[in-house]
């Protein structure tokens, strides 16, 4: 298929068709080439401005599909005066056209980017304008809050209610109230729209790669009894409770002439560093194999669980120890002994909370949890004010920059930079 939104569009309509389609109906038509010679023969369809989804006229062909008839016709269209839109540019005018605001055009890429159910259903609530509505709430509980504040600034010598009576600090408890509820279901939204990363490490043949296996439920990586087998970095990405989480098994950390295992072990250290959560395994049966390396290669404060993998040759049950704050879980990646253990661990970690098809919880970015942590900030720098004698100046100024954090989340208070750098990261024709 190919769509065209832009202005007048029926003229061009009437040169490729050789008619205007009726408004909003398929219409199976003829697209010609500027010789007036068959391209193809497809269905139509028409949404003149402001009935569409840019706002703007727009027009779809939907030819057969075949490669070389589509660039034929895509070639048709530019002849035609159109031009290839760039990445995210069919949003953006949905954007600028006020079809649409910033959190339900950044929901359109997650819609495309889930992993799982679950992010998906998530992302079509946040499209619907769910999140919208909580911040646009907030927005103007704030607004009704600066009225009476600033209105007393203005005119000092007017009956105007005493501060007391406006009962403003409760009413900036009961928005910071909100605004937290708010950024917890951001949160979750976060996580599952950009899971966690979690790295597989330890000495060799310790069963990561029978661990990615079970964790994947598929055969993902090659397992043998031979030292060594992983060479290189093996991704997956899985659903654990509805989060995604992409594992990665690395290869086996030792000593090494092998240069090819040298450069495995070289990309174990940088996915190390760069991991959410290292999961560190050792063999029950053999515990003291090349341990010294492995734990030095975890970075200091890096979140990890030692795994104490294959107790099934040592006739252990499956348990969790906490010790010193560190979590150690006996399993058995072969029988899948103690998995459901980790899972758990996992998702406490990571902070997830379940919720049923994403109830409550809104597909946030990480822009969006950072304007609304800019915003508490504001906001508990606000109620300092209120406290022994009201500074009226400073807490209406708090206010404010508490305001324009929450909206630039909508986009009705945003730089035209930050515009472009979300754009820029959805594909050609969304």
């Not at 401005?49 to 016709?73: I, K, N």
């Amino acid at each position: 298929m190919i769509r065209i939104s832009g202005k007048h569009l029926a003229k061009l309509a009437e040169a490729i068709l050789g008619k205007i389609p009726k408004p909003r109906y398929a219409c199976l038509s003829q697209f010609h080439d500027t010789g007036g010679q068959i391209i193809d023969q497809g269905i139509a369809l028409f949404f003149p401005a402001p009935h569409s989804y840019t706002g703007e006229d727009v027009l779809e062909l939907q030819g057969h599909g075949g490669p070389a008839v589509m660039d034929l016709l895509l070639s048709r269209c530019l002849a035609a005066g159109a031009r290839l839109a760039q990445p995210g540019e069919f949003t953006l005018r949905a954007y600028l056209n006020d079809k649409i605001d910033l959190i339900q055009a950044e929901s359109v890429a997650a819609i495309i980017e889930a992993s799982t159910h679950e992010a998906a259903r998530c992302a079509i609530h946040s499209l619907q304008g769910h999140f919208s509505s909580r911040i646009e709430e907030l927005v103007s509980l704030l607004i009704r809050l600066r009225m009476f504040i600033e209105a007393t600034l203005d005119f000092p010598e007017e009956e105007t209610d005493n501060l007391q009576t406006l009962q403003i600090n409760s009413k900036l408890a009961h928005i910071q109230a909100l605004l937290e509820q708010i950024f917890q279901a951001a949160q979750q939204g976060n996580l599952l729209q950009e899971g966690i990363r979690i790295v597989l490490m330890g000495a060799p043949n310790v069963g990561k790669s029978s661990l990615l296996n079970q964790l994947a439920q598929e055969e993902a990586a090659i397992v043998t009894e031979i030292p060594g087998t992983t060479r290189d970095t093996i991704q997956r990405t899985i659903s654990i409770a509805g989060m995604p989480v992409r594992v990665i098994d690395t290869a086996g950390l030792r000593e090494t002439d092998d240069v090819v295992e040298q450069k495995g072990i070289e990309r174990t250290l940088a996915a190390i560093k760069d991991a959410t959560l290292v999961l560190r395994l050792m063999d029950s049966s053999r515990p003291s194999i090349a341990e010294d390396s492995v734990q030095n290669a975890i970075p200091a404060g890096k979140p990890h669980i030692t795994l104490f993998n294959k107790i099934d040759l040592v006739n252990e049950n499956p348990r969790i120890e906490e010790q010193a704050g560190n979590s150690a879980i006996y399993l058995s990646a072969k029988t899948g002994a103690g998995i459901e253990l980790l899972r758990k661990k996992i998702l406490e970690i990571a902070g997830w909370r379940f919720n049923q098809a994403g109830e409550g919880v809104f597909m946030a970015r990480q822009r969006h949890l950072e304007a609304l942590q800019q915003a508490k900030r504001y906001l508990e720098n606000a109620q300092g004010f209120t406290q022994g004698v009201y500074q009226l100046e400073l807490l209406a100024e708090e206010l404010k920059l508490a305001q324009n954090a929450l909206s630039s989340i909508t986009g009705q208070f945003t730089a035209d930079d930050l515009l472009g750098e979300i754009f820029s990261h959805f594909c050609i024709g969304k």
